[in-house]
């Protein structure tokens, strides 16, 4: 597996198929000219030197807690995709090749929380057989594949595998700290986009209706045709989840939609948001007390390389996604924020032999 992306801006993980203060209230009103500035100063974080970085396969993630989760390649074989999470002399690591109670498995997303961290599988408890007529090359029957979340635990053990509705596609997924999730699936049935609330057991709590699909995504396509039915599955590749506080904030990549903060018990509030002047929206950042919006400067190209003339950070009042402050990034450190955690910002860096530091703002 080689990495893909989920839209132009954002590049993930496995393709096929991250006490509260108040938020912070600026005295400027959101329309004035002047945003005020803030200068992230960074410093290492006292890590563990031997933690060596192989090949990483996607952007830095994190959950709220400040801990960093990179996407990367087994350092002993290159070739098997696993997850390493990084706080200080802390590092875990998740293998795939733990998930013991699946087969034939493919892998096109991982979510780190607080409390577990998850990899959305496409796989089948049956085992593999002899080949033969609707059967996969593994000999298992096609109809007996399934989407799956594959647990973890946060000491790297692996859990169990969580089944998800079987009438419904599934993209993207979230876990929330209290261990309910939020994936997108295409209702295959329907063709529509869904925002499904589950339960820890996978069972649907709540179907919450998307803004982008408040109208038909393949306007005059017929009903249930390919083309609609392609238009829809790309439709939903382009919603995303960053984790804030105790919540799930839902996105759409290249899009004005407003922004949904959804909490674990099925509590929905649409948020506009306020775009800076000049810049067009590219993602969040996982937060634990505040919105921190990744903007792209109009007329620059989708994927062009994170630095301080094609990207900027902000930070939003989570109220109504107010602008409340810029962040200036000093040149020498790396231009893509993992996460904010109390205040602090934190990123990476690798030294010069290939080893990881960690860098936290003041």
Not at 141 to 147: I, L
Request: glycine share 6%; hydrophobic share 35%.
């Amino acid at each position: 597996m080689d990495i893909s992306t989920r839209g132009r801006d954002r590049i993930r993980f496995f393709p096929g198929s991250a006490s509260a203060l108040k938020p912070r209230i600026n005295d400027v009103p959101a329309q004035a000219e002047v945003t005020p500035e803030r200068t992230l100063k960074f410093t290492p974080v006292d890590s563990d030197s031997t933690v060596a970085v192989s090949p990483v396969t996607s952007l830095p993630q994190c959950d709220t807690g400040g801990y960093l989760f990179l996407g990367m390649l087994d350092s002993k074989d290159l070739k098997t995709q696993i997850v390493v999470s990084f706080r200080g002399k802390e590092s875990q690591t998740y293998s795939p090749s733990a998930i013991s109670d699946l087969h034939d498995i493919d892998i096109s997303d991982f979510f780190p929380s607080k409390s577990k961290v998850g990899f959305l599988v496409r796989g089948t408890k049956d085992l593999p057989g002899p080949p033969g007529h609707g059967k996969s090359p593994a000999g298992i029957a096609w109809s007996s594949y399934h989407d799956y979340i594959a647990e973890f635990n946060r000491n790297g053990s692996y859990k169990e595998s969580i089944q998800l509705p079987v009438s419904y596609h599934i993209s993207h997924f979230a876990i929330f700290p209290s261990g309910e999730f939020l994936v997108t699936g295409y209702d295959q049935i329907n063709s529509t986009v869904r925002l499904l609330l589950l339960s820890s057991s996978g069972q649907i709590s709540r179907t919450i209706d998307l803004p982008a699909s408040r109208t038909p995504a393949a306007g005059d396509a017929p009903y249930g045709s390919v083309d609609a039915a392609r238009t829809t599955t790309k439709l939903m590749s382009t919603f995303v989840f960053t984790p804030y506080n105790e919540d799930i904030l839902v996105w759409r990549i290249n899009s004005t939609d407003p922004i949904l903060d959804v909490t674990s018990d099925g509590g929905v509030r649409e948020v506009p948001l306020q775009m800076p002047s000049g810049f067009v929206f590219v993602d969040m950042v996982p937060s634990n007390d505040r919105w921190v919006g990744h903007f792209r400067i109009q007329n620059t190209v989708e994927n062009s390389p994170f630095t301080s003339d094609t990207y900027s950070y902000f930070e939003l009042r989570p109220q109504d996604a107010s602008i409340s402050s810029k962040l200036l990034i000093p040149g020498d450190i790396p231009q893509y924020l993992a996460c904010e955690s109390d205040g602090s910002y934190i990123t990476y860096k690798l030294d010069k032999d290939k080893k990881l530091v960690l860098l936290k703002s003041d």
